[in-house]
T-cell receptor, first 111, second 113 residues
Framework: QKEVEQNSGPLSVPEGAIASLNCTYS??????FFWYRQYSGKSPELIMS????GDKEDGRFTAQLNKASQYVSLLIRDSQPSDSATYLC???????????FGSGTQLTVLP | DVKVTQSSRYLVKRTGEKVFLECVQD?????MFWYRQDPGLGLRLIYF???????EKGDIPEGYSVSREKKERFSLILESASTNQTSMYLC????????????FGPGTRLTVL
């Protein structure tokens, strides 16, 4: 079992819809969770980080964390074609200096 | 803003050559990382360093070595390049610890012929 799992997609949503991206992790000691966006041919850039159970909102993006169920999700409201990218989930335990990345979900927002 | 730079965007080398990939960060970060990214396999950690002259193996260190002589600079070395090391190489840095955001450089697309 992979430590961090994401649906590889591709996930397609129409413009203006809500895109929902999910990530599960296996290490119950995980403390820090990150969502990165990666455009084709570019390097990953941080969208959001979340450390506590519940929701965290930033503009059109909402991260949701449920440690009991070991999943973290990213919702993108009012999706735009410019949101089309691969979204990477990354997880770290409190004792680890490094992150473990999922393989990413490719999102396409159709105009 | 954090800036992480990598010495080359594209690199073409021959099998058996020694290859150096350089990474520099300008934010006095403690930690630096080297990943490779391949389609379908995601980001895989090769090596990381949490202090000058300190290094730890990641998930796929075979065929690679690293050097960190100064805090801002972290080098990845392919002692004898092979075709299966053709990949996108990404450098990242973070202030300290796994709880901190990692900031990525633009990447180096390495092709080994």
């Amino acid at each position: 079992q992979k430590e961090v799992e994401q649906n590889s997609g591709p996930l397609s949503v129409p413009e203006g819809a809500i895109a929902s991206l999910n990530c599960t992790y296996s290490d119950r000691g995980s403390q820090s969770f990150f969502w990165y966006r990666q455009y084709s041919g570019k390097s990953p850039e941080l969208i959001m980080s979340i450390y506590s159970n519940g929701d965290k909102e930033d503009g059109r993006f909402t991260a949701q964390l449920n440690k009991a169920s070991q999943y973290v999700s990213l919702l993108i409201r009012d999706s735009q074609p410019s949101d089309s990218a691969t979204y990477l989930c990354a997880v770290s335990t409190s004792s680890a200096r490094q992150l473990t990345f999922g393989s990413g979900t490719q999102l396409t927002v159709l105009p | 803003d954090v800036k992480v730079t990598q010495s080359s965007r594209y690199l073409v080398k021959r099998t058996g050559e020694k290859v150096f990939l350089e990474c520099v960060q300008d934010m006095d970060h403690e930690n630096m990382f080297w990943y490779r990214q391949d389609p379908g396999l995601g980001l895989r950690l090769i090596y990381f360093s949490y202090d000058v002259k300190m290094k730890e193996k990641g998930d796929i260190p075979e065929g690679y070595s690293v050097s960190r002589e100064k805090k801002e600079r972290f080098s990845l070395i392919l002692e004898s390049a092979s075709t299966n090391q053709t990949s996108m190489y990404l450098c990242a840095s973070s202030l300290a610890g796994g709880a901190d955001t990692q900031y990525f450089g633009p990447g180096t697309r390495l092709t080994v012929l």
